[in-house]
């Protein structure tokens, strides 16, 4: 696959999924904008430097105005945004008598609010230039249950499937295409530290996984090139499982 010239936008891009999904697009010819609100982002970006088309941008991707001024920028600098992967989110471990209305609020805005405000905004652009590419990355939590996470981060990835779906539908006149990934839980610090809370080891939980580890985030990532590539042309409002068996 090769990605030269192709303009692609990456929010939570400054660790674990994110990182891995940005440098591989990178390593590919992309020209790959970063988003994130951890100020680590400075640090990541020096592994895209040795292309002066790649910028990065520090903000929160559920701030309307923030996300308009940042796509604005990318667009008036390249005239065209090729894709965007939406893969901006937390983790939520609370179980459900201990989510405060805050807490879930919190976590959908995170996971889902940011998906939705990002997808509305580089719409206007795609529907502009008639084409365009969408991945959202949601969870095999949205597709069933999570054994980590509380209720507010699968209902919120279980949303990201609904936006991905009904995206897909508004879109496709426009020659849009919008498709998500459910990743099963992957070697990510976020992950790391939420099973350290959970007092779960990861050699047992890797142990109940059908090809016996966990998810790398560079799996994770293959996968996205794969839908943003041409050669997913005919892929559409579809959620691919990228989970080592998980039923």
């Given at each position: 696959?090769?990605?030269?010239n192709k303009?692609?936008i990456v929010?939570?891009?400054?660790k674990?999924i994110?990182?891995?999904?940005?440098?591989s697009l990178h390593?590919?010819?992309?020209?790959v904008?970063?988003?994130s609100?951890?100020?680590?982002l400075?640090?990541v970006?020096?592994n895209?430097s040795?292309n002066?088309n790649?910028?990065?941008f520090?903000g929160?991707?559920?701030?309307?105005r923030?996300?308009?001024?940042t796509?604005n920028i990318?667009?008036?600098?390249n005239?065209k945004i090729?894709?965007l992967?939406?893969?901006?989110?937390i983790?939520g471990?609370?179980?459900?008598?201990?989510?405060?209305?805050?807490k879930w609020?919190y976590?959908?805005n995170?996971?889902?609010?940011s998906?939705f405000?990002?997808?509305?905004?580089?719409?206007?652009?795609?529907?502009?230039?008639?084409?365009?590419?969408?991945?959202?990355?949601?969870?095999v939590a949205g597709r069933n249950y999570?054994?980590v996470a509380?209720?507010h981060y699968t209902?919120?990835k279980?949303?990201?499937?609904?936006?991905?779906?009904?995206?897909a539908?508004?879109?496709?006149?426009?020659n849009?295409r919008?498709?998500?990934?459910?990743p099963?839980?992957t070697?990510?610090?976020?992950?790391?530290k939420?099973?350290?809370?959970k007092?779960?080891?990861i050699?047992?939980l890797?142990?109940?996984?059908?090809?016996?580890?966990l998810?790398?985030p560079?799996?994770?990532a293959?996968?996205c090139?794969?839908?943003?590539?041409?050669q997913s042309s005919?892929?559409n409002?579809?959620?691919?499982?990228?989970?080592?068996?998980i039923i």
């Amino acid at each position: 696959m090769n990605f030269q010239n192709k303009v692609i936008i990456v929010t939570g891009a400054s660790k674990g999924i994110g990182k891995s999904i940005a440098l591989s697009l990178h390593l590919k010819g992309a020209n790959v904008f970063l988003i994130s609100r951890d100020r680590n982002l400075k640090k990541v970006f020096k592994n895209f430097s040795n292309n002066k088309n790649n910028s990065y941008f520090i903000g929160d991707v559920t701030d309307e105005r923030f996300v308009k001024k940042t796509f604005n920028i990318i667009y008036k600098k390249n005239n065209k945004i090729d894709a965007l992967i939406n893969n901006a989110g937390i983790s939520g471990l609370e179980k459900i008598n201990n989510i405060t209305l805050k807490k879930w609020d919190y976590v959908i805005n995170n996971n889902l609010k940011s998906s939705f405000v990002c997808s509305k905004i580089i719409s206007k652009y795609y529907i502009k230039q008639n084409y365009g590419n969408i991945v959202n990355i949601s969870s095999v939590a949205g597709r069933n249950y999570s054994i980590v996470a509380g209720v507010h981060y699968t209902a919120s990835k279980a949303g990201v499937i609904g936006l991905t779906k009904q995206l897909a539908y508004e879109l496709s006149k426009y020659n849009v295409r919008v498709n998500c990934i459910a990743p099963s839980q992957t070697k990510t610090e976020t992950l790391i530290k939420s099973l350290k809370q959970k007092k779960i080891n990861i050699k047992t939980l890797s142990n109940k996984l059908p090809l016996g580890r966990l998810a790398e985030p560079n799996d994770i990532a293959n996968a996205c090139l794969f839908l943003v590539s041409d050669q997913s042309s005919y892929i559409n409002g579809s959620v691919i499982d990228v989970n080592g068996g998980i039923i």
